[in-house]
């Protein structure tokens, strides 16, 4: 008898946290059901230290060792384990005959099916925005970033570098930014000027980090102005050309480089799963985590989740944490189905865990009750990165890439 699939579509944090959490419980039901993870890529990207990867220059690091460091082989996550691979992309969902629409695969049967898609990048529709902003959220857009920030460094005279959105993506590459430039800069002799180059963070909100503690925020103002950052806060971009900025309050400003780090949304592709939108894009999904419109046979989380925090009464984070407890969640669910057990809710905490890196080993972790900042700060991303690793990898290539990543 054929085995029914259990498919995860997508191999980040959230999609790689179901798969593993269901193939530890399937236990003697493993003979019965598959669980096929499904992702355009082979690998999955780190994305926390997508803005090292950035700020590293060419000439320190070859290509070769900074993809060991950031793409984590799936083939090395899930060798051993009741998990088939598949290379494909998600193109569409029937959810009424229970199959989805892959791009290479056609048509498969799933009995239960898990969205984790991530997310894309959010441009607002702003004018120029998506053609001369750069965005970080993959290996090459990092790359590609690093090479501009490294001829502008060599040029003659001072540049300007703006990051649009001070958020924690923003806030993160705007530390590492400053002391790249500086070093390259330093780099290119003793009578060249160093730390020329002008780097502005720029935010809609009425101050950096919005949605975050006081504690953090004032840490990360007082870091990034030591750093020599220019912060403007209250400040929306309206339009974007070749050289220069529209702010909406009609200034005007120049720039040589233009960062976007002002948010991101829900896959486009999700409009063409048949199932019920939130108004971002994303899919509505109840306390258990279960798609609407997907007959509770389908589960949304992590970005693909419109799921608001009851008690606080606004959306969860988008972040990591959020999107594996969620995947854990969905998993356990999917599998109280299979065993006849009553499924559970998913709660929100009162708060996640935060570890936001400043550059030069400097970094603010806001563990809920425990703020640690500095070398110490720094310290704990390391063993939060060293805990991630060895939660989905053997422990002997869980340090060998935490190992990696600390050299570079």
């Known amino acids: 008898m054929p ?12 999609g790689i946290t179901a798969a593993l959490t269901l193939a530890k419980g399937l236990g003697e039901r493993s003979d019965e059901y598959e669980i096929i993870l499904v992702d355009r ?13 950035a700020a590293i220059p060419r000439q320190s690091v070859s290509t070769d060792t900074l993809k060991n460091s950031i793409l984590i082989p799936l083939s090395d996550i899930i060798t051993g384990k009741a998990i088939r691979f598949l290379a494909d992309e998600f193109i569409g969902l029937k959810p009424a005959d229970k ?20 997310s894309e990048t959010n441009y607002f529709d702003i004018p120029g925005l998506n053609t001369y902003g750069y965005p970080l959220k993959t290996f090459n857009d990092a790359l590609r970033l690093r090479n501009a920030m490294e001829e502008l460094a060599k040029k003659e005279g001072s540049g300007e ?9 923003g806030v993160e590459i705007a530390a590492e930014f400053i002391n790249f430039f500086c070093a390259i800069e330093a780099s290119m002799g003793p009578g060249e000027k160093i730390c020329r180059t002008r780097l502005t963070l720029v935010e809609a909100s009425a101050e950096i980090l919005p949605g975050f503690g006081p504690w953090i925020v004032r840490r990360a103002r007082n870091r990034l102005k030591d750093l020599g950052i220019r912060i403007r806060t209250a400040t929306k971009i309206q339009s974007v050309d070749q050289n220069h900025i529209l702010y909406q309050d009609g200034a005007r400003e120049p720039y040589d480089i233009l960062v976007w780090t002002g948010g991101v949304k829900a896959p486009a592709i999700l409009s063409s799963t048949g199932l019920v939108l939130a108004d971002k894009g994303s899919l509505m999904a109840n306390d258990y985590l ?119």
């Open 41 to 53: 890529h082979q690998h999955q990207l780190y994305t926390p230290a997508l803005y090292e990867i």
């Open 290 to 408: 279960e798609a609407a419109g997907g007959n509770g046979f389908v589960f949304s989380i992590g970005d693909n989740a419109a799921l608001s925090d009851h008690l606080a009464g606004k959306p969860l984070p988008g972040n990591i944490p959020v999107a594996e407890a969620e995947a854990r969640v969905a998993a356990k669910n999917i599998l109280a189905a299979i065993k006849g057990r009553p499924k559970q809710k998913f709660i929100p905490r009162d708060a996640y865990p935060f570890v936001l890196a400043l550059g030069r080993k400097y970094a603010l972790a806001d563990l809920a009750h425990v703020h640690i900042s500095g070398l110490p700060g720094w310290c704990v991303k390391q063993l939060v990165e060293l805990r991630y690793l060895v939660s989905i990898l053997p422990l002997r290539r869980a340090l060998q890439i935490w190992r990696l990543g600390i050299r570079i």
């Open 3 to 14: 085995k029914k699939n259990i498919v995860i579509l997508g191999a980040g944090f959230g």
């Open 99 to 118: 199959r989805i629409l892959l791009r290479s695969s056609g048509e498969v049967a799933y009995e239960f099916c898990v969205f984790a898609l991530g």
């Open 161 to 169: 570098v703006i990051i649009g959105g001070a958020g924690p993506s």
